[in-house]
């Protein structure tokens, strides 16, 4: 097995390298959202926290991709460079989501994970990427990664074991 590239929350990494593995641990109400650019063989990872970045412009300095809002496009923009020059990255993506669970909230106040998967259908679906797959809600913590050789996404959770999106 290659290298394992860990994001936390807020990160994304983007790679093209055949020997990397991309994964997140514990999504509760956070999003993973997996961009798979097949003709170029790229694959990006985002690890979500909030659905609006307009409640902290400090974070959004340091980390873009804490909020869906700031961080679809600086992922994007990140992959653009990693692929081949002049790629158009609309042709070929395809993108699955995961987690947006409602983990800790049992009375349903804030509905963080079920605001960022909205937030993310709402940006996505613009751009002609919507989400081919997804597992999302429920009130289950996951785990993703992603193998940039296969774009195979495995799914772990300590209470369903491992599955694939």
Not at 73 to 91: E, R, S, V, Y
Request: charged share 15%; glycine share 12%; with cysteine.
């Amino acid at each position: 097995m290659g290298k394992t590239v860990v994001v936390g929350v807020g990160e994304f990494a983007v790679s093209n390298d055949p020997g990397e593995v991309i994964k997140t641990f514990a999504l509760g109400s956070c999003v993973a959202v997996i961009f798979l650019h097949k003709p170029t063989r790229t694959v990006g990872l985002i690890h979500v926290a909030l659905p609006e970045s307009s409640i902290s412009p400090d974070i959004v300095r340091d980390r873009p991709g804490y909020f869906v809002d700031t961080g679809i496009p600086a992922i994007l923009k990140k992959m653009a460079a990693c692929a081949t020059p002049g790629a158009n990255l609309t042709q070929g993506m395809m993108v699955k989501i995961a987690g947006g669970a409602n983990v800790l909230d049992t009375n349903n106040t804030f509905n963080i994970g079920k605001r960022n998967v909205l937030a993310l259908k709402k940006i996505l679906w613009p751009l002609g990427m919507g989400p081919v797959a997804e597992d999302v809600g429920g009130s289950i913590s996951r785990t993703v990664s992603v193998s940039v050789e296969t774009g195979k996404i495995a799914l772990s959770s300590p209470t369903k074991g491992v599955w694939e999106l």
